[in-house]
């Protein structure tokens, strides 16, 4: 049926004969024409921050490949850019954040008015739903309380994470305090992302990987369960995606306890667990490796058809493990995608 958003189905419930497709990072650096847009902005943030120029970065895949789901281009540090801190995207190095050494650092500028700060991403998100074909699905998203958090007192993300682990292990009532921070900010934000018209959220837990078990607990599914709980307080009914990357046993817990709607699978996934673990009707959404995407050929192939199988019966959404890589050939997403489509 014409405009019937697939995508959406699945995280609503329903398995569907072939899973819908997205890839995250699909909007990025294996696109010739991103690149080309990416070069025009004076830098990534200026990017980020251009309606006109994310969300033509937004529809970019859509209409390259025809992806039943469109993810908001951003990025999940423009909430701590709109709580008052210092972020620099240096090339080669990647993000830099104004380190904090107490919460109350992050007290300069309130939830309500940090998510005002973000108008340019709700205009972006307005501009897409407009153009996006209507049976394709608009995810908005943030990242979640814990690797926000982590970005705001490691200052960076190529770093052990320790920093982050001694405040779990030796400040958590400060630790608690900055995530409860950065999630009223993040439910504002993307309460206005829904407003302005993205069908479902994800929330991007990247740094959930190693953490001990109860510190798991305490900064990943904790926080994330607030932050869910907040968001249907403030009348948000959307499907919510959490994808704790790295999560392994962890994800049980992670989905039964945090609220969220799906999971999003890392590349380490093994299909036999995840159904083993998870409800049979909650939907799960990866896990090719982004490796395996670049390398191709028939491991590729078997890999793609074995995924699909695994979770034919369950609701599934086709993704990747974690982003696609700039070195991606274009010609072995466009394989997937065929076999995904046609077998």
């Known amino acids: 049926m014409a405009g019937t958003k697939k995508l959406l189905q699945v995280l609503q419930g329903e398995s569907a004969e072939r899973p819908p497709v997205w890839m995250m990072r699909q909007a990025g650096r294996h696109l010739p024409e991103y690149l080309e847009l990416r070069a025009r902005a004076k ?59 107490a919460p109350a650092d992050l007290d300069r500028v309130p939830a309500i008015k940090a998510a005002d700060r973000l108008a340019p991403v709700y205009e972006t998100v307005s501009r897409v739903r407009e153009a996006l074909p209507s049976e394709t699905t608009l ?45 009223e900010a993040t439910a504002h934000y993307l309460a206005r992302q829904i407003e302005a018209g993205a069908d479902a959220l994800m929330l991007f837990d990247s740094w959930a990987e190693g953490l001990p078990d109860n510190i798991f607990r305490e900064v990943i599914i904790a926080p994330t369960r607030k932050l869910v709980e907040r968001l249907r307080a403030m009348g948000i009914t959307v499907p919510i995606i959490g994808f704790p990357r790295g999560a392994g046993v962890m994800l049980e817990p992670y989905a039964k306890e945090t609220g969220v709607t799906a999971v999003g699978l890392d590349t380490a996934a093994v299909p036999f667990f995840v159904n083993a673990v998870l ?29 699909m199988a695994a979770y034919a019966g369950r609701p599934h959404i086709f993704n990747l493990g974690h982003g696609i890589r700039p070195e991606t050939p274009i010609v072995n997403v466009e394989r997937v995608l065929k076999i995904l489509r046609e077998g």
Not at 47 to 72: H, K, N, W
Not at 153 to 160: A, L, N, Q
Not at 161 to 168: G, L, T, V, Y
Not at 177 to 182: H, I, N, Y
């Open 279 to 307: 409800p049979p009707d909650m939907p799960v959404q990866g896990h090719l490796d982004p490796l395996l995407l670049i390398e191709g050929g028939e491991r590729m192939d078997a890999r793609v058809r074995e995924l």
């Open 139 to 183: 995810i908005g998203f943030a990242g979640s309380p814990w690797t926000v958090g982590l970005y705001a007192i490691e200052g960076r993300g190529k770093t052990d994470k320790s920093d982050a682990w001694r405040w779990a292990h030796g400040r958590p009532e400060d630790l608690a305090a900055v995530m409860d921070k950065v999630a």
């Open 43 to 101: 830098d990534f943030l200026d990017f980020c921050y251009t309606p006109s120029m994310a969300a033509e970065a937004t529809l970019q895949p859509v209409r390259r490949y025809g992806m039943d789901g469109a993810i908001l281009f951003a990025d999940i540090l423009l909430v701590l850019d709109a709580m008052g801190l210092s972020v620099e995207f240096e090339k080669g190095t990647g993000p830099l954040v104004e380190k904090i050494s």
